[in-house]
């Protein structure tokens, strides 16, 4: 608890931080977050969080509270002051404000609640990587603007502990036969070397490492295939894959109890969980 935050101008130790009840996002969860992974010091693709965080608030109609180089400012002081996590996920919170509790926006429009903390970053461990992990599938009970990175994630919380629950790793979700996404990561698909990737929709959360491995899979030569991926083609899968901000690439080795391919992480994901971490090493060399 002696890690310092950011509330609403101040910075301040955890166990300070203190928000009111009638906060909207303690009562409507009307709010959006983002996840920014910070690697040696450098946050990874920061102005692409920035831009998304950007994104989720005009969608929910909440007025950005920083322009972007008030939030580099805030991110710059935030991870320096918690220097002592080796990699860190710094977490960016922004609510509607303090209002009394009624579903329609406050008039007059109150200042929206502004927080950011920092807390260890854990990335899959090279065991982990080499084992890859078992995953289950089920229908997306979600609503339809799940490309609004919102913090009211109560059907996301009920998936992931449904993997929980069948002790394996997520949550795959299908909606009308088609894969959408995990209950806190995109998914990825290979079939016969060509990398599938469902497309950028109201029902899907647009990843900055979804770009990432897209931008890399196009830079190295690797076929690459963005559209509707169907259950089928999930069943069929030679590989399947995991990427999130905390996940980075990790394979699914088992699906619903059944055995992906030959159980065991494909050569395609090799390769691109090669090229991930050649990637993240170049770009996130500390600054001199």
């Known amino acids: 608890m002696d890690e310092t935050v950011y509330l609403n101008g101040s910075f301040l130790p955890l166990a300070q931080a203190t928000v009111p009840v009638l906060d909207r996002g303690f009562i409507f969860g009307d709010g959006v977050y983002e996840v920014v992974p910070v690697y040696s010091g450098q946050p990874f693709r920061l102005d692409e969080h920035l831009a998304r965080l950007a994104q989720s608030l005009e969608a929910v109609r909440i007025r950005n509270p920083l322009d972007t180089a008030g939030w580099h400012d ?15 996920s710094l977490y960016i919170q922004v609510t509607r404000g303090v209002a009394p509790r009624d579903q329609a926006f406050p008039q007059p429009e109150v200042s929206p609640t502004v927080l950011a903390m920092s807390m260890s970053l854990v990335t ?5 990587v080499e084992s890859g992990v078992s995953a289950i599938t089920a229908l997306d009970i979600r609503w339809q603007r799940c490309n609004i990175k919102a913090i009211s ?16 790793a997520e949550t795959l979700m299908l ?34 490492t979804y770009d990432v491995v897209l931008e890399l899979a196009q830079a190295n030569g690797m076929p690459t295939k963005v559209g509707p991926v169907s259950e089928a083609q999930l069943r069929a899968a ?23 391919n030959d159980g065991k992480p494909g050569p395609v994901f090799k390769r691109m969980h090669a090229l991930y971490q050649a990637f993240k090493n170049q770009v996130m060399k500390p600054a001199r």
């Open 74 to 88: 805030v991110c710059t002081r935030l991870v320096a002051a918690n220097a002592g996590l080796t990699d860190q």
């Open 124 to 128: 899959p461990s090279p065991e982990l």
């Open 153 to 168: 994630l109560l059907a996301n919380v009920l998936l992931r502990q449904e993997a929980v629950d069948h002790g394996v």
């Open 175 to 208: 909606r009308d036969g088609y894969l959408t996404e995990g209950s806190s990561s995109n998914i990825f698909v290979v079939k016969e070397g060509i990398l599938l990737a469902p497309p950028k929709n109201q029902f899907m959360l647009p990843g900055i």
């Open 238 to 260: 030679d590989e399947i894959w995991l990427t999130s901000s905390t996940k980075e690439v990790l394979a699914v080795v088992a699906l619903d109890g059944v055995a992906v």
